[in-house]
């Protein structure tokens, strides 16, 4: 189309053009766009109460707590013994 000249076409072949234009270009985004990967529990409610249950001491959280804290006391304890023979490590 040209400046200046009359378009002959009738509104319905142009109304036409135009859908199917439209209908590719929309099909092209569609491909070219990454699909989102939707995340659930990250909203802020969650969150806060997340926090707050952290502070939290319970039974089983303080049996944790114990039982990694004696897990530390015996790996010190093996630390400071010298290993006697080569093979005495694989034991």
Do not use: C, M, S, W
């Not at 076409?9 to 234009?21: G, N, Q, T």
């Not at 926090?51 to 039982?67: L, P, T």
Request: proline content about 1%; hydrophobic content about 25%; aromatic content about 6%.
């Amino acid at each position: 189309n040209f400046i200046g000249n009359v378009d002959t076409y009738d509104k319905d072949v142009i109304a036409e053009e135009r859908r199917l234009a439209r209908e590719e270009n929309l099909t092209e985004r569609q491909r070219q766009k990454k699909e989102k990967r939707h995340a659930r529990g990250r909203d802020r409610a969650g969150k806060r109460y997340k926090k707050k249950q952290f502070n939290v001491i319970e039974e089983r959280k303080e049996d944790a707590r114990r039982h990694i804290a004696g897990k530390k006391e015996d790996k010190e304890d093996k630390e400071d013994k010298e290993p006697v023979g080569v093979l005495d490590r694989f034991r």
